[in-house]
């Protein structure tokens, strides 16, 4: 895809991999509206991107906020090509520890915004391809999407991102034809600050809550030693779209997991089958 002069739309913007594919996209030649919840960390993340982007403060969870900011960014943009849906928080834990409002919080952001967010911008992408333009929806999922990372589950944010494979399929159905493609960007481990999600966490779901700063520490030299770079992560995206994927994987050690799955998979259906077959010659 050639990126020069392309109007893109970046959510989850203000650090890690939203702020990499943000940085991606601008140094192609784009103009790139760069979304996140609190606006001064967006404002921050444009202002290190460069001139070619501008902030925009959003909750994608609220579809009355994801509305209004598709026709601020549309005013500004005069369209839209591209729209990295990449807003995301995690928890960590297991489904009987977790709280409620946790649970609500992760589920409102992980796929109530991907929702909303292709709600809003959709009729928009439709129109640039409408007109001759190359234009896509790119969902974040994660390794999480895929089945269950050596690393383990991680409670409802696993659920929510085995979600984001079913609905960005399900959309990319329904885009067949209009020119408009999707795509879900399964990155693994990377070094990003998702373990201090809660910081930003609304008052409606709990409020802030800040990780002590010991864990805050351990948890980011462990992101740093463990996890792949956001630049690299979003250079792996870009390149996937350049070829067309629907699925962009970013870290071959998935297949640990995934083949496993596959295999499980094929087995249950090779299963029924001979089951029915049994059937079938009993009723005979």
């Not at 943009?77 to 489904?95: Q, T, Y």
């Not at 109530?112 to 709600?119: D, H, T």
Request: net charge negative; with cysteine.
């Amino acid at each position: 895809m050639e990126w020069q002069d392309r109007r893109v739309v970046v959510t989850g913007a203000a650090n890690g991999i939203g702020k990499a594919l943000s940085a991606r996209a601008a140094a192609s030649g784009a103009r790139v509206a760069m979304v996140d919840v609190r606006a001064e960390d967006a404002a921050a993340a444009a202002e290190a991107v460069g001139p070619a982007a501008r902030a925009f403060a959003c909750h994608v969870a609220s579809p009355g906020a994801v509305d209004p900011l598709a026709a601020e960014i549309v005013a500004w943009l005069g369209g839209i090509d591209a729209v990295f849906s990449n807003a995301g928080v995690g928890v960590g834990g297991k489904v009987e520890d977790l709280s409620a409002g946790d649970a609500a919080w992760v589920i409102s952001v992980n796929l109530v915004g991907l929702i909303n967010v292709a709600r809003a911008f959709i009729p928009h992408l439709r129109r640039a391809a409408g007109e001759g333009r190359e234009a896509w929806l790119v969902n974040t999922g994660s390794e999480h999407s895929l089945g269950i990372p050596t690393i383990g589950a991680s409670n409802v944010y696993t659920a929510t991102k085995h979600a984001a494979l079913g609905l960005t399929d399900a959309i990319r159905s329904d885009l067949a034809g209009s020119g408009v493609r999707a795509a879900l960007l399964c990155p693994g481990l990377v070094a990003t600050n998702i373990y201090d999600a809660k910081a930003v966490r609304p008052d409606s779901f709990g409020g802030p809550q800040l990780l002590p700063a010991e864990h805050r520490e351990r948890a980011m030299a462990f992101m740093t030693a463990k996890g792949q770079s956001p630049d690299l992560t979003a250079e792996l995206c870009f390149e996937g779209l350049d070829r067309g994927d629907f699925l962009i994987i970013t870290d071959p050690e998935v297949g640990q997991f995934v083949q496993p799955r596959i295999a499980e998979l094929a087995g249950a259906v090779e299963t029924v089958e001979r089951r029915l077959a049994d059937h079938s010659v009993a009723v005979g």
